[in-house]
């Protein structure tokens, strides 16, 4: 990846692109393990070959995420653009045609907050095709049976998003989730 660090991250600006980053762990890009804020960048094709987390990796701290695109990520494990373990926050940003087997776009094992995001063309080979949450007790998706309700307001997309098991396009059941879901009303 571009980016390893334990020390607050704090990147900012339209002229930062990562683009054809690889990693074979986790984290194609960027891997975090201290709060880390990501505002106007771009996220093309970057990877994670073995592990989780096509764009981002983040292993602690808080993870926010304002004004981003990420395009064509992949991860071999889970979030083909975003892995956070940690509490997000992801809002004015677009995800489109990201590829992982768990979490197209995002998995996230702790709070996950969404605001005026768009979800379009995102892949999951097995579960969650724009994202998969969890709960941090769980450290593998397979067989997990608990997860944390992200919170999502109504000016969230999601289009054009696949998962070949489980939840898709938000989910069926989003009215069971104990977390506040909304989504705007073209989602379906």
């Known amino acids: 990846g571009a980016i390893y660090t334990n020390s607050k991250l704090n990147i900012n600006g339209t002229k930062n692109v990562f683009k ?64 956070a373990l940690v509490n997000s926050t992801i809002k004015n940003s677009k995800y489109n045609e990201n590829v992982a087997k768990w979490g197209g776009a995002i998995f996230n094992w702790d709070k996950l907050n969404i605001s005026d995001v768009s979800f379009d063309g995102n892949i999951a080979t097995a579960d969650g095709g724009a994202i998969y ?27 054009n998003n696949i998962a070949l098991a489980g939840f898709f396009n938000p989910p069926r059941n989003y009215k069971d989730f104990d977390g506040n879901l909304k989504f705007a009303r073209n989602s379906f």
Do not use: R
């Open 133 to 159: 949450t969890g709960d941090k007790e769980y450290k593998n998706p397979v067989g997990a049976t608990k997860y944390k309700s992200p919170n999502i307001n109504k000016n969230t997309v999601f289009k």
């Open 20 to 83: 054809n980053n690889t990693s074979v762990n986790n984290g194609g890009a960027i891997i975090s393990y201290a709060d880390t804020t990501i505002n106007g960048c771009e996220f093309n094709n970057n990877s994670s070959t073995e592990g989780n987390g096509g764009a981002i990796y983040q292993g602690e701290g808080k993870l926010t995420i304002d004004e981003n695109t990420f395009t064509e990520n992949n991860a071999k494990k889970s979030g083909g653009a975003i892995y």
